[in-house]
């Protein structure tokens, strides 16, 4: 399977590559890692016009905590972040575990976190995380650059807020307080398969033990990665207990509307949605050192 | 287009199609063999090579042009002229391989692992070659091989 011809157009700056985007809109996709438009090319799933390669954009090569946020640039990898210095501290866990479960321990050494956020496939594991952890995404457009709320920035099964001409620079997760943890859960058939569910979790504690804020959001759940808005409300200002994690699940499992397929029934994936989000919320409180 | 890729320290400068997938430049263009396309859709490994000396790349999912300017090691170049590489040996001595389709892929990927883990666990082998699929041995005997290359080579 060799994908259809196209034009390949070599950026060494982030102007040089706007310039190419502006210059050839719908046609033009950008090539970051390539990990999942590649094999959408091989299939003819995709067949752009021009290919943008933005690899060699030094400016774009950044992962590091800068003025509040964990800037992680566009050609940032899975494998940079599973190595980043700082990774242990438990305040990361959820962007830790991760980087340890996206696609196999090869792709993670090309597979970037932005790439993986553009693509938006309902099945992704960046795209839940950045829900859970309150992300944002840096795009640069006509009007200049803008930065965008991860809620806004997934539309819809393959469909971002990034426009035709436009290209997204890197993706910023807020600096957690040093009492939260979080926790991704994701349950695959083997190594490198698309998750049948997967959950991802992160909670800040107040000083006397209830809950500050809570992220968790689920995918493979819909056409789209999606945040439980309901059960972050359940979770905010309460003390954690067994029956405040059942209720959370269940709630997750209300609101997950998977596909049936080989990896399993609606009923059972919608199940699985919930047990994934209690044990998330068990291993976050757990890294707290709360038992719940 | 023109591109330029330096393999096991040999320079090959080719003419090939922007959509040349990194796999098929070494094998038809360079006449490398030993890299081996499985299942051409970078989910079984057979196809790794190391990139700048460091970074495990599956080739079928990347294209020749993104290496353009870039060091390439392919299983060709792991030996030093008749000495096999610590990774061969180990492959060699404790049975790694059975029909070999896989070994390559097998020996890069742990190659780069190496680089960044020069003491793995077993657990953190068995982790590292979670994209690498085998067919044959059960995987018992490539962990050995990979434990006894970061030995230093010692059976």
């Known amino acids: 399977m060799i994908p259809a011809a196209f034009d390949y157009l070599r950026a060494h700056s982030t102007d040089e590559a706007f310039a190419y985007l502006q210059q050839h809109g719908a046609e033009a996709r950008v090539l970051a890692g390539g990990q999942s438009l590649i094999p959408a090319m091989r299939f003819r799933l995709a067949r752009p016009a021009v290919l943008v390669d933005i690899n060699p954009v030094r400016d774009l090569n950044v992962l590091r905590v800068n003025g509040g946020v964990l800037e992680v640039g566009a050609i940032a990898r899975d494998s940079d972040i599973e190595r980043a210095p700082w990774i242990a501290d438990r305040r990361w866990s959820l962007v830790h575990d991760v980087s340890r479960v996206v696609a196999d321990p090869v792709v993670r050494q090309m597979g970037t ?177 709360v038992q719940a | 287009m023109k591109v330029k890729v330096t393999v096991n320290g040999v320079a090959y400068e080719r003419d090939v199609e922007p959509r040349t997938l990194l796999a098929y430049f070494l094998r038809e263009d360079c006449g490398l063999t030993g890299t081996h396309v499985g299942c051409d859709t970078s989910s079984c490994g057979c196809c790794v090579v190391v990139m700048d000396g460091g970074r495990a790349v599956k080739s079928c999912t990347m294209f020749a042009a993104q290496a353009d300017g870039h060091d390439i090691l392919t299983v060709e170049g792991l030996a030093d002229g008749g000495k096999l590489h610590p990774l061969q040996q180990g492959f060699w001595d404790q049975h790694g391989l059975q029909c070999g389709y896989c070994t390559p892929g097998m020996m890069l990927t742990a190659y780069a692992l190496l680089k960044h883990h020069p003491t793995p666990s077993e657990a953190d082998i068995r982790e590292g070659l979670a994209g690498n699929l085998c067919r044959c041995t059960g995987y018992q005997n490539i962990v050995k091989a990979v434990q006894q290359a970061a030995r230093g080579g010692q059976p």
């Open chain 1, 113 to 289: 976190v932005v790439g993986s956020l553009c693509h938006n496939d309902p099945a992704g594991d960046w795209t839940a995380t950045a829900l859970a952890a309150r992300a944002e995404v840096v795009v640069r457009g006509k009007a200049g650059t803008r930065t965008v709320p991860i809620d806004k920035f997934l539309v819809d099964s393959f469909t971002t807020a990034v426009s035709e001409g436009e290209m997204a620079l890197a993706a910023h997760f807020p600096v957690p307080d040093d009492r939260t943890a979080g926790s991704y859960q994701k349950v695959e058939r083997k190594v490198g398969d698309f998750a049948t569910a997967a959950a991802a979790v992160q909670l800040s504690l107040n000083a006397n033990g209830t809950i500050r804020e809570a992220g968790v959001a689920l995918s493979a759940a819909g056409p789209c990665a999606v945040r439980i808005d309901e059960a972050e409300r359940m979770l905010a200002g309460q003390k954690p207990t067994a029956e405040l994690i059942r209720a959370a699940a269940d709630a997750a499992s209300r609101r997950s509307a998977p596909q049936g397929d080989l990896r399993g029934s609606v009923e059972y994936k919608k199940n699985l949605a919930g047990v994934l989000v209690a044990r998330g919320l068990r291993q976050a409180l757990a890294r707290l050192g």
